[in-house]
């Protein structure tokens, strides 16, 4: 899958949860046909766009992977651009 479309998928979690809840729980990315090291990455960049606001939990798997507990939210400017 292409970087571009696996940041639509992550951004539409994002945009069709956001009236549920303030934050995205990691697992609420489980289904999504995306690693969730990749989701992680791709929350990273998100947020560097100003697309969304992510945070990294405690890592509550192995300390030599990337897997991490995190929560996101997608923000003004990513729901406008949506």
């Known amino acids: 899958m292409k970087d571009s479309k696996a940041r639509g998928l992550v951004l539409k979690r994002l945009y069709d949860l956001h009236h549920q809840t303030t ?37 509550y798997m192995d300390p030599a992977e990337r897997f991490y507990k995190f929560r996101a939210r997608i923000t003004a400017i990513g729901i406008d651009g949506h």
């Open 23 to 59: 934050y995205v729980d990691d697992s609420e990315f489980s289904d999504l046909p995306i690693e969730r090291n990749v989701v992680a990455n791709i929350l990273e960049q998100l947020d560097q766009k100003g697309l969304a606001e992510w945070e990294a939990r405690e890592n």
